[in-house]
């Protein structure tokens, strides 16, 4: 059956059966199956196996299915959904990781979550949410402190302004995590979400926003790889809020952390030089 889809079937349709729904009737099973087998692609092949109890797509998958078990392989695959916006697989991989790891670290987890977050504007899913919020008040209700920037944006916005700005304040905080495109737009995210919310610019006499400026740009400063292409937008990000809000300011540390920033960006974003080097002469 594999070689007879392998030969006939999967050139002309297999873009369609790719993304069929696996709840469907068995013989769309069975080519989803043979689908999944062909293009070793386990995600796929365990949301299969939730739905379907026919013992050929079982026999067809039983070899992909075993790299369910890695934790590693999952998060693999689920990058790779994430990357092809393939939203059902990103849920079904997502969930099993939540569910299924709690040895997972803290930044991935939270990438996790932020990911899966996104994919509900695009496949809506009760279940995915409820899971969503039970793991982020879990995780909250746990520690005084959020752990990493994904937790303190969800910090954020529950209104935990406290435990925020503890965590912008520690002396050391937890090293960021930026090995894959979704840790890196939830980053990004992130800090749209936190320098853009009017409640943290005025609490108890403390704009947290501008705080949490300060201590990402260190942390990003600090890593040895500095200035990064694949942050070039955080920088982006960075450097125009440190305008609209410091550019007057006078303070040397506000002057030090401008030009930084603008130095990363000139020597990894042609595109930007022309605005950038525009800012720093009117200043």
Not at 186 to 204: G, M
Request: proline share 4%.
């Amino acid at each position: 059956m594999l070689q007879s889809y392998r030969e006939s079937v999967h050139p002309e349709i297999g873009d369609l059966i790719r993304r069929a729904d696996p709840k469907q009737d068995v013989p769309v099973q069975r080519s989803i199956a043979c689908c999944a087998t062909l293009e070793n692609d386990p995600v796929r092949v365990g949301m299969l196996l939730q739905v379907s109890d026919d013992a050929v797509v079982k026999a067809l998958v039983s070899e992909v299915a075993s790299h369910l078990t890695s934790t590693t392989g999952l998060l693999t695959f689920f990058d790779t959904a994430w990357r092809r916006q393939d939203w059902a697989a990103v849920q079904y991989a997502g969930a099993l990781l939540l569910k299924a790891e709690p040895g997972l670290g803290a930044e991935t987890r939270s990438s996790v979550s932020h990911v899966l977050r996104r994919s509900l504007t695009e496949f809506p899913n009760d279940a995915i949410e409820l899971l969503i919020r039970g793991t982020v008040a879990a995780a909250l209700e746990s520690r005084a402190v959020p752990q990493n920037w994904q937790e303190l944006s969800e910090a954020v916005r529950i209104g935990q302004l406290d435990a925020a700005y503890r965590f912008l304040t520690l002396d050391v905080r937890p090293g960021l995590e930026m090995s894959s495109l979704a840790q890196i737009e939830a980053l990004q995210t992130t800090f749209e979400e936190v320098l853009t919310d009017p409640a943290l610019h005025s609490y108890r006499g403390v704009n947290i926003a501008e705080v949490a400026a300060s201590a990402i740009i260190e942390d990003l400063i600090k890593r040895p790889s500095y200035p990064e292409h694949q942050v070039r937008q955080l920088y982006l990000t960075l450097f125009q809020f440190w305008i609209r809000n410091h550019q007057k300011s006078g303070r040397i540390e506000d002057e030090a952390v401008f030009l930084t920033l603008a130095s990363g960006l000139l020597s990894i974003d042609v595109q930007s030089s022309v605005a950038i080097l525009e800012n720093l002469v009117l200043r």
